[in-house]
C-alpha cells in the first residue's frame, strides 16, 4: 500500500479496492468500445487476443469476493491484516527530539509501530470520494489521521483535502500550512535533498478540490465552498471541458465567471447553476 512505514504485509484495504476499481473500469470501457466502437475493439480484441467474455467473468469472479478488511465495530476500513493488533498510539506520543522517526528510529522499530508515513486508507477515500459518504471519511480520517506522522509531501495534502470535506475548516487549514511550508520550514530535515513538488501541486488541490469542494459528479462540476478564517477570500481557475472558470470565495458570498465557453452547468452545494458567458453567478455562501 501507500504508506511506506508498513510493508510485508496482505490484504492493504487501498490495494484491493483499487484492484476492484481498475477491474470494474476496464469492463464498463470495453462495454462503451463494444457498442461505440466495434470496429475497433475487434481489432483490438484481436491483436491483444482477448477473449472477453472468459476473461470478464473472472473479473467479475475477483470484483465480488475481494477481501476488504474493515471494523465494523470502529466503522473504519482496516489499513491491512494486523494492523490493529499493533499498540495504536497517536503521534503526540513520540517526544518532539525523535522526529522525525525515519531519522531516528530503527526500521524495525518503524514497521513495528502504528505510526503511518503518508495517507494510506484516507488516499483511497480520496481518490474514490464518489462511493463513500461524509460519514464514514469523517469516521476514518478521525482514526488514521492521529496516528500519520506526515514525513513525506504525499500526505499533508491529502489529509487537509479530507478535513474539509468533512467541514473541519481550520483543521484542513492548519495542514494546508504543513504542505505549503513543508519546504521552507524543513519539517522533515531533508530540504538539502531537493524541494517537494508533489507538496506544492497538492498545495493547490487544498484550495480547489479542498476548501471549495470540487469533484466530478454524475459528470458535471460539483462545489462545496468554505474558507478558512484567516483568509477574506480565495480565487482560482479551473478548466473543465472546453470551459474555464473562475471562482472567488469570500466570507459572505461566491463569485463564478464563465471566461471562456459559452454555458456550464454547475452544482454548489447541491444546487444546479447555469453559467453563462459574460454574466457573473453571485451565490450567497452557505455555512
Request: glycine share 4%; charged share 25%.
Amino acid at each position: 500500500g501507500p504508506n511506506e512505514y508498513e510493508n510485508n504485509v496482505d490484504n492493504n484495504w487501498y490495494t484491493n479496492y483499487s484492484c476492484v476499481q481498475c477491474l470494474q473500469m476496464t469492463l464498463n470501457y470495453l462495454e462503451i468500445i463494444a457498442g461505440e466502437y466495434p470496429d475497433e475493439y475487434a481489432r483490438v480484441r484481436r491483436v491483444t487476443n482477448l477473449r472477453q467474455q472468459e476473461e470478464a467473468e473472472r473479473w467479475r469472479d475477483i470484483i465480488n469476493r475481494m477481501y476488504l478488511p474493515e471494523d465494523k465495530e470502529l466503522g473504519i476500513f482496516v489499513q491491512n491484516d494486523g494492523f490493529l493488533d499493533k499498540e495504536l498510539n497517536s503521534t503526540d506520543a513520540i517526544p518532539p527530539e525523535e522526529r522525525p522517526i525515519n531519522q531516528h528510529w530503527s526500521w524495525d522499530r518503524i514497521l513495528r509501530s502504528c505510526y503511518i508515513k503518508q495517507s494510506d486508507v484516507l488516499l483511497g477515500l480520496f481518490l474514490y470520494y464518489e462511493h463513500f459518504d461524509r460519514e464514514t471519511i469523517r469516521r476514518n480520517f478521525r482514526f488514521y489521521e492521529p496516528r500519520t506522522v506526515h514525513e513525506s509531501s504525499l500526505s499533508p495534502f491529502v489529509h487537509a483535502i479530507l478535513a474539509a470535506w468533512i467541514g473541519d475548516t481550520e483543521e484542513a487549514y492548519r495542514l494546508f500550512l504543513h504542505s505549503t511550508r513543508l519546504d521552507l520550514d524543513d519539517y522533515n530535515n531533508e530540504v538539502h535533498q531537493g524541494l517537494h513538488v508533489t507538496s506544492m501541486a497538492g498545495s493547490w488541490q487544498i484550495i480547489v478540490r479542498g476548501f471549495a469542494g470540487m469533484k466530478i459528479l454524475d459528470g458535471q462540476l460539483d462545489f462545496t465552498p468554505i474558507i478558512p478564517e484567516a483568509w477574506d477570500s480565495y480565487t482560482f481557475k479551473v478548466n473543465f471541458r472546453n470551459c474555464t472558470l473562475q471562482m472567488k470565495v469570500g466570507k459572505q458570498e461566491i463569485k463564478i465567471s464563465l471566461l471562456e465557453g459559452y454555458e456550464l452547468n454547475i452544482r454548489i452545494s447541491e444546487v444546479v447553476y447555469n453559467l453563462k458567458k459574460g454574466k457573473d453567478l453571485i451565490v450567497p455562501k452557505q455555512n
